[in-house]
DNA sequence: TTTTTTGCAAATACTTTGCATAACG
DNA sequence: CGTTATGCAAAGTATTTGCAAAAAA
């Protein structure tokens, strides 16, 4: 699902004025791989942005794809979804919640009778059968933020 | 964090139970994988089952552990975070929430003007400085209950 | 012109599979 | 006993890294 092009326009200006204040150059490449993150709303994973962004620029590599798809999280531009790298087991079966953080990828429970009474949007029925409801909350856990105050976050794999 | 003796206890007797159900046997290692994803309230790695099994049971192999946990996963006596395989992108920056089909892995996003007030709870403070908050509802997407009313749908990656 | 970024290729990490043997019910 | 599960080793994917050449500011 494509955004509106206006909407597209705003957010590639959104790139060029986040790439100039970190004094990040503004390759095609680059520019192409946000724009392929940013105007579509299901969630690719980075082969799928490699063959979209092939189409306009067949020599892009891979592992370009990669850099910049982490580079583009780091400037805030764009979001991972779940864990950042291997596959997370919950043997919780508790409602609960999950806090996440975003620098090294603790995820934590917590409870909050508040979130485990909300009830699933009709407007999702038409997507599926919801089961769970779970909220998640992204941040900095308290062990990063220490370590962030001698050295700013170099959020790297 | 381990969880209450009575509580795993329960746990354990439920674990026997839906195995007997499914006609799956009950190994020891299979009980003590799952053990060691009950008993813990973070969200440990398969590495990290695999090391904390072979404790108790120097033998398993890693192979085993990953086959073991995503029985328990089809069981329903566990789940995963994230998604199974890859890192998925997310581009869009507007507030909004999440559907992730069990079966298929599909994602996708909706909006929900009340779970977008969603306030972090004073709790949360405790593990870190939250930034984003989520709403995640993970369940059967409709292309796959089609699929599965033809044939019941057997999860295997 | 200086620094950053790219593409390539090779390396690493994570996860799955085939098969003979061992264990469960 | 018959079937299912295990351990091993080898194969697949997914992701990262080092480096010389190319491109941006």
Redesign the interface.
């Known amino acids: 699902m494509k955004s509106k092009p206006d909407e597209l326009k705003q957010?590639m200006d959104c790139f060029r004025a986040a790439l100039q204040r970190r004094g990040v150059k503004a390759t095609p490449q680059r520019a192409l791989i946000?724009q392929?993150?940013?105007?579509?709303?299901?969630?690719?994973?980075?082969?799928t942005?490699y063959k979209a962004v092939r189409e306009k620029l067949p020599m892009v590599s891979l592992d370009t794809v990669y850099r910049n798809?982490w580079l583009l999280?780091d400037l805030g531009?764009?979001?991972?979804?779940?864990?950042?790298?291997?596959?997370?087991?919950?043997?919780?079966?508790k409602a609960h919640h999950?806090?996440v953080?975003?620098a090294c990828g603790?995820?934590?429970?917590?409870?909050?009778s508040?979130?485990d009474r909300?009830k699933?949007?009709s407007?999702?029925k038409?997507?599926?059968?919801?089961?769970?409801?779970?909220?998640?909350?992204?941040?900095?856990?308290?062990a990063?933020?220490k370590k962030s105050k001698i050295k700013p976050a170099k959020i790297s794999r």
């Open positions: 957010k946000f392929e993150v940013a105007g579509l709303e299901n969630h690719p994973d980075a082969v942005i798809l999280q531009l764009i979001r991972i979804l779940g864990a950042r790298d291997r596959v997370r087991f919950d043997g919780n079966m999950h806090f953080c975003k603790l995820m934590c429970d917590f409870y909050s508040a979130f909300l699933i949007p407007a999702v038409s997507l599926g059968a919801g089961e769970i409801i779970q909220v998640e909350i992204k941040g900095i856990c308290v990063c933020s």
